[in-house]
């Protein structure tokens, strides 16, 4: 038996091996162990593009379908399949084409493809028990699809301690923390050299939570704080068949706009029917039209590749300039670090009770050696800030933001194969 660990994560999916190695499943990109999350169907070809070569195609070819962030609907009981170009494909069918081709490109560099995996998710998909356990019975589906003979599942911030456990000299209480794309995971957990061993680490854990803020929330909140004027919020149109009435924008449309993926829902006929309405009639047609070409040319994803840049850099930087140019859109927009971090501040608040919470129920927590913070979002300074300030300084650890739990997942793996 071949086995692996596999981080199936909302934006990049990352494999390693029982030592592990976080194996480089995209070779020719700038990011080789970062298989991105996201499936292309072109238009006049058979073939599925995953990983950057979705992306690629995506950009070059705006007539396809472009998937990304799969994971985020697992648990919904409302999305249960999708057609494309006149296939039916359900959800499982979806993520295990992800799956399958990360499993092949390990396979590439191993000479065999794994055939066992400890696949990780997070402490909770959504707080409904019954929708949690739809996730993951999606998710062990869509492996076994995927050619898992063997599927066994790993809390996420389990497996980023067995990462930061693996490099411990003495034994710690930890609270690790891991940061998603879509959700933060919060566990109390006893790690060190007298633990390592042990096949069985659930009496280890002392509690887990999780929230669903991640990545993705925190660029909604620059989009809804900074950018949504910039198409059309706070402007009116003409109400069709009454000469002297006007409305504003529609909530339910505005909302589309905080998530990219979820813009193609507004591209429904009768929305497409306001939006043309709008253009005609608003009193901020320039606006109006930046957000008809981004909506009908289907820009989100890369307005999103812009606003994801500029949070980026705001980690190092007191300011950054959102850039994006393409059809009638024109933002050069500039935003301090301050001003991310007040349109961030509801998100903050929301990790600061959640990590409280589950502080509060443990009073082991009063001995807590290091805080272990890993995942793209622990590098925002105001994230960071919060637990520096709850703990101290000498007490917040971090290591590979984007790959500790596919590592941890990997060294669980080892139990696969005794």
């Known amino acids: 038996m071949r086995a692996c660990g596999l981080d199936f994560g909302t934006s990049n999916t990352a494999l390693a091996l ?25 238009e006049e070809e058979r073939e599925v593009f995953t990983g ?48 399958r081709r990360v499993r092949e490109s390990a396979g590439a560099h191993l000479g065999e493809a794994p055939d066992a995996v400890v696949l990780g998710r997070p402490a909770v998909f959504t707080p409904a028990p019954e929708a949690d356990a739809l996730a993951e019975k999606r998710l062990r589906k869509a492996a ?24 411990l000299e003495k034994d710690e209480l930890v609270l690790v923390a891991d940061f998603g794309a879509g959700t933060t995971d919060l ?49 009116t149109y003409k109400v069709k068949g009454f000469s002297h009435k006007r409305l504003p924008i529609p ?53 999103f590749r812009a606003i994801e840049a500029a949070k980026v850099k705001l980690s190092s930087e007191d300011v950054a300039t959102i850039d994006f140019e393409d059809a009638r859109i024109h933002l050069h927009e500039p935003m301090t670090r301050a001003e991310f971090e007040t349109a961030s501040r509801t998100l903050l608040d929301e990790l600061s009770q959640c990590t409280e919470g589950l502080l509060a129920k443990h ?21 960071r800030e919060l637990y520096v300030k709850r703990f101290g300084e000498e007490r917040v650890r971090t290591a590979d933001a984007f790959t500790s739990v596919a590592e941890g997942l990997g060294r669980a793996s080892a139990w696969l194969t005794g």
Request: aromatic share 8%; net charge negative.
């Open 52 to 99: 950057a070569d979705a992306i690629q195609r995506y950009l070059e070819d705006n007539n396809g379908r472009f998937i990304q962030s799969v994971k985020s609907f697992l648990h919904s009981s409302s999305f249960r399949a999708t057609q494309v170009k006149g296939r039916t494909y359900t959800i499982e069918d979806l993520v295990a084409i992800l799956l």
């Open 144 to 167: 076994e699809i995927a050619g898992f003979t063997h599927v066994q599942f790993l809390i996420e911030p389990i497996a980023a301690a067995l990462a930061y456990e693996a490099r």
């Open 18 to 42: 029982p030592d592990g190695t976080v194996l480089p499943l995209q070779p020719h990109t700038p990011e080789p162990r970062l298989f991105r999350s996201v499936l292309f169907f072109a």
């Open 251 to 303: 909530q339910h449309v505005l909302a589309k706009l905080l998530n990219w993926h979820e813009m193609s829902f507004i591209r429904e006929k009768s929305t497409q029917e306001l939006l043309e309405v709008m253009l005609d009639t608003s009193d901020h047609p320039a606006e109006i039209q930046a957000l008809y070409d981004l909506v009908m040319d289907n820009l989100g994803y890369r307005l």
């Open 187 to 235: 566990t109390l957990m006893r790690l060190g050299p007298s633990r390592r061993g042990n096949l069985d680490r659930k009496p280890d854990v002392v509690g887990s939570t999780g929230v669903r803020i991640g990545g993705d929330r925190f660029d909604a909140e620059i989009m809804r704080h900074k950018l949504l004027p910039k198409f059309g919020a706070g402007s």
């Open 363 to 383: 009073p082991e927590a009063r001995e807590i050696d290091a805080v272990f913070l890993t995942g793209g979002s622990s590098q925002i300074p105001a994230v």
